[in-house]
Nanobody, 123 residues
Framework: QVQLVESGGGLVQAGGSLRLSCASS????????MGWFRQAPGKEREFVAA????????YYADSVKGRFTISRDNAKITVYLQMNSLKPEDTAVYYC????????????????WGQGTQVTVSS
């Protein structure tokens, strides 16, 4: 079983930055690929970014490419999402997720989910 806890959300002005963290309680954290998703009010949850268990390969949604960076520290059993040049349309609850199988961008690809952290970007 893996428990994930997100932190780092908050209110920021457009153009600003935030760094989200996702801490895991699982002992096998380094075996999991990790992803970030987000869900805006009235919209479906969508893929944001993902990273392999080694950290060597990353994937991004087109909407965040060049602005967001996913990384992980297996020693600290934490995955991060650095968000720069934030836009009002980035406002959402951000969730981290862990998976042992295959696939990167679909909700069903992931086995464990955190509770989410709110990110609000004001214009």
């Amino acid at each position: 079983q893996v428990q994930l806890v997100e932190s780092g959300g908050g209110l920021v002005q457009a153009g600003g930055s935030l760094r989200l963290s996702c801490a895991s309680s699982g002992r096998s954290f380094s075996n999991y690929a990790m992803g970030w998703f987000r869900q805006a009010p009235g919209k479906e949850r969508e893929f944001v970014a993902a990273i392999t268990w080694t950290g060597s390969t990353t994937y991004y949604a087109d909407s965040v490419k060049g602005r967001f960076t996913i990384s992980r520290d297996n020693a600290k059993i934490t995955v991060y999402l650095q968000m720069n040049s934030l836009k009002p349309e980035d406002t959402a609850v951000y969730y981290c997720a862990a998976r042992v199988g295959t696939g990167w961008t679909k909700i069903r690809d992931y086995d464990y989910w955190g509770q989410g952290t709110q990110v609000t970007v004001s214009s």
